[in-house]
């Protein structure tokens, strides 16, 4: 029959094509690359850590002064501490006497008073490394400054007294200064400083134009100076 007939075709007509197409659709498709995957990268692969320094060891500030404190002139009422390592039984503290003495562990008197700190601490040093230890490491300080107070009067602004504070050191043009500078009849040529010196009164002739010009050095105040800005006669 006809019909069977075109059945019969478009059997075959189908076959035809499923042959041609299935053994494309068997191909296995062709791997694609893994895609990116984002978030920190694993331990194996990862950059090497830097390696961390230690921190520096910061140490204590105690010890020995420093340079400038060190240099500073013990005086009568200054009260010093003394300290000897790995000798807690010295450690003390006392009173610079009106005689420049002072009372300390098994040297008991010595004299202090018109040194520096720093030859201070090597004079207690030799006592005690001559006579009780062996090498000892002497430390040396001052724990109360006595007053000390310098007076100024004549051709300036606020004539009086004025303190150090501590160790604090000025010289003849910074004290002006504290007193609020000449008066307009200052001769500042003529500064007279009155400062005891062993048991003496001496008087000191200044020129203060010449050490503001840097052409004359400059002179430092020490407590217990009676400054005198003179008047001009001009």
Do not use: H
């Not at 995957?37 to 204590?60: D, E, I």
């Not at 490394?129 to 606020?158: C, H, S």
């Not at 504070?165 to 040529?189: C, H, P, S, Y």
């Amino acid at each position: 029959m006809r019909v069977r007939s075109y059945t019969l075709a478009a059997l075959c007509l189908a076959g035809l094509l499923f042959t041609q197409v299935a053994p494309a659709a068997e191909e296995p498709a062709a791997e694609s690359p893994p895609a990116a995957v984002s978030g920190p990268a694993p331990a194996s692969a990862a950059a090497p850590m830097p390696q961390l320094s230690m921190p520096a060891v910061v140490r204590s500030s105690g010890g020995p002064l420093s340079s400038g404190e060190s240099d500073y002139v013990l005086v009568v009422g200054d009260v010093v501490e003394l300290n000897v390592f790995r000798e807690p039984d010295l450690t003390t503290q006392a009173t610079i006497a009106r005689d420049g003495t002072v009372q300390l562990p098994l040297i008991r008197e010595v004299t202090l008073a018109g040194l520096t700190i720093r030859d201070a601490r090597e004079l207690l040093r030799t006592i005690y490394d001559k006579q009780f230890l062996v090498d000892p490491q002497v430390f040396l300080n001052v724990v109360r400054y006595a007053e000390r107070k310098f007076t100024i009067m004549g051709q300036v602004a606020r004539p009086g007294s004025y303190e150090l504070q501590g160790g604090e050191r000025i010289d003849l043009l910074e004290a002006i200064g504290l007193a609020g500078g000449f008066t307009r009849i200052a001769d500042r040529g003529r500064v007279i400083i009155q400062r005891k010196e062993g048991g003496e009164v001496k008087a000191i002739k200044a020129n203060a134009k010449r050490m503001a010009d840097g052409k004359a050095d400059a002179l430092e105040v020490q407590p217990g100076d009676v400054i005198t800005v003179k008047e001009s006669w001009f």
